[in-house]
């Protein structure tokens, strides 16, 4: 069974541009998490998508959004790019959301 | 809330040599406990997970954890590394409250450096 892709994986934009992300689970899975990953906050979650729906947000920002598809890829989008913003993105993918997730790749955002 | 404390940030080890990477947890209700893996630019891969029954758990790559409830631990060990377990190891706890057993806080990580 293939696992957890994401695309791109590597990305540079500049401050004040807008990205997005793509997430596509492992294939049954209904439940997409997003962490972001930084050498100073270490891990952190962002957001949680089941059926379409948004059901747990971590402390980000606005500028911090994301959607999940009727097939369950999930994408998330970050405006108005800071330099902060520059980190490992990690989507992970589980049955329900209520047990063990498997990670992608990540992709890694620099944002200059 | 819930959080996670691995107290040792490196690890340098020996080949061969035992270690035992720490991890405590905070939660005000029952929980899921994880480690993951991190090898240089890639994502985490699954090293074991307790969800429920016996408290000594088996892992990929020879790695086991016990979970130990009244000390609010889950240390992970390996009774013999090799260089290729060089890598950076994450604890990782889900708690059974509404709403957040869909999330995972994490610990803020120990890089294992296995020498020669």
């Known amino acids: 069974k293939a696992g957890v892709t994401q695309t791109p994986r590597y990305l540079i934009k500049t401050r004040g541009q807008q990205v997005t992300l793509s997430c596509s689970p492992i294939s049954g899975h209904r439940s997409v998490s997003w962490y972001q990953q930084t050498p100073g906050q270490g891990l952190q979650f962002l957001f949680e998508y089941f059926s379409e729906t948004q059901r747990n947000k971590g402390n980000f920002p606005g500028r911090f959004s994301g959607r999940q598809f009727s097939n369950s890829r999930s994408e998330m989008n970050v405006s108005t790019l800071e330099l902060g913003d520059s980190a490992l993105y990690l989507c992970?993918?589980?049955?329900?959301?209520?047990?063990?997730?498997?990670f992608g790749p990540g992709t890694r955002l620099l944002v200059l | 809330a819930q959080s996670v404390t691995q107290l040792d940030s490196q690890v340098p080890v020996f080949e061969e040599a035992p270690v035992e990477l720490r991890c405590n947890y905070s939660?005000?209700?029952?929980?899921?406990l994880f480690w993951y893996v991190q090898y240089p630019n890639q994502g985490l891969q699954l090293l074991l997970k307790?969800?429920?029954?016996?408290?000594l758990v088996k892992g990929i790559n020879g790695f086991e954890a016990e979970f130990n409830k009244s000390q609010t631990s889950f240390h992970l060990r390996k009774p013999s590394v090799h260089i290729s377990d060089t890598a950076e190891y994450f604890c990782a706890v889900s708690d059974l409250g509404s709403g957040s057993a869909r999330q995972l806080t994490f610990g803020s990580g120990t890089q294992l450096t296995v020498l020669p």
């Open positions: 307790y969800l429920s029954g016996s408290t």
């Open positions: 939660s005000s209700v029952s929980v899921y």
């Open positions: 992970a993918s589980s049955w329900t959301g209520g047990e063990t997730q498997y």
